[in-house]
């Protein structure tokens, strides 16, 4: 018999590719999502071969409803916009904390929920001391967003420790490719589609972060879910390496074959692109590697395969 999974946020960029990835593996999908920033089409592969529920997580009752008979719940939906958290920090704390909180209840009362898989951040670490940034550093965020994902961490720990609940947290570094809507890469290339002759990069452009290509972050959470022993354990999932963002600029308009000028502004004080952006990111992945994992793309590799994608899809490029 197949093993019954939901996908929380299952229509987003992540969800998707990690339904598909279910699928293929032989698994029972039912997507959970609201569509707030997820689309039909990003499930066009699948469509015929999962369940879809357009629901809310902050609805304990469809949560209830959903998660009846499910064996695993990978839990992706949330506001995921650091930008957007600090000027309403309200809707994180209501999609990622609450809705999080109602995963986590309704996962107790059905009984057949073993093992909650959660989408972390590397954001819930902030300014990290330690870098690269290991599972053991303390969590400090500097975003609304990263708060509500260690908040929501916590309360799946407290879940795990009472009521034996399974949980698999995975930190994320930046991931990139093809259906992702927001980050950097999109940005770019939405700002080139309306002026290709000039570029405005957010803040000094020296801001240096780690990118993950998604077929590598999907291998990495399924080997995750699947071999952690602990009853509660956390992953960084992330790159060996990580590129500047005036970096991703020159890749960007490569991809493009256009030079436009480009020009460093808007951003804070000391370089960050906003208010909340954590400028230097790069995890520790022993720990995920060693479950016998390893990245396949570097981040410029990564970066680079993404903007091809993504340009594709907005239309700026033919093959
Ligand atoms: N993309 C990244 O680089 C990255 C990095 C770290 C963590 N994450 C986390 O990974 C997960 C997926 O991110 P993504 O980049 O695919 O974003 P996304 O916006 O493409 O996907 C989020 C999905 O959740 C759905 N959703 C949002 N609120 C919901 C609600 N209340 N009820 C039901 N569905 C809801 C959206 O419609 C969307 O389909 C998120 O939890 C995000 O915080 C992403």
Redesign the pocket.
């Known amino acids: 018999m197949k093993v019954k999974t939901v996908v929380?946020?299952g229509?987003?960029?992540?969800?998707s590719h990690l339904v598909e990835k279910l699928v293929s593996d032989g698994y029972e999908v039912t997507v959970?999502?609201?569509?707030?920033?997820?689309f039909l089409g990003n499930l066009s592969r699948v469509r015929d071969r999962v369940g879809l529920v357009v629901?809310?997580?902050?609805d304990l009752k469809t949560c209830l409803n959903v998660f009846k008979e499910a064996e695993i719940v990978y839990h992706?939906?949330?506001?995921?916009e650091v930008r957007v958290s600090s000027i309403e920090p309200k809707v994180h704390f209501e999609?990622n904390v609450y809705?999080t909180f109602n995963v986590a209840e309704a996962s107790r009362i059905s009984e057949t929920v073993k093992t909650v898989v959660f989408?972390?951040?590397?954001t819930v670490y902030g300014d990290a001391s330690v870098i690269p940034t290991h599972e053991e550093c303390g969590l400090k965020p500097i975003s609304i967003y990263g708060a509500s994902?260690a908040a929501a961490e916590l309360i799946l720990h407290s879940y795990s420790t009472l009521y034996g609940l399974r949980v698999v947290v995975v930190r994320?570094a930046?991931?990139v490719g093809p259906r992702?809507?927001?980050?950097v890469i999109r940005d770019f290339l939405v700002k080139l589609s309306r002026d290709s002759s000039i570029l405005e990069v957010l803040g000094d452009g020296r801001q240096r972060k780690s990118y993950l290509y998604i077929d590598d972050a999907i291998e990495a959470t399924l080997l995750a879910a699947t071999k952690a022993e602990a009853s509660y354990s956390v992953f960084n999932v992330g790159n060996e390496d990580w590129v500047e963002v005036s970096e991703i600029a020159k890749i960007i308009s490569e991809v493009l074959g256009i030079k436009p000028r480009i020009v460093y502004s808007g951003g804070t004080r000391d370089g960050r692109g906003w208010p909340g952006d954590v400028k230097f990111m790069l995890l520790s992945i022993d720990k995920i590697k060693s479950l016998g994992w390893r990245p396949r793309y570097t981040s410029a590799e990564a970066v680079k395969l993404a903007a091809r994608a993504v340009a594709r899809e907005l239309g700026l490029l033919r093959e």
Do not use: Q
Not at 55 to 58: A, C, S, T
Not at 119 to 122: E, I, K
Not at 180 to 183: L, T
């Open positions: 929380t946020g229509a987003g960029f992540i969800g959970l999502d609201n569509f707030s920033s997820g629901g809310d997580i902050k992706f939906a949330a506001n995921p999609e809705g989408a972390s951040s590397s994902k994320y930046n991931i992702a809507r927001h980050g």
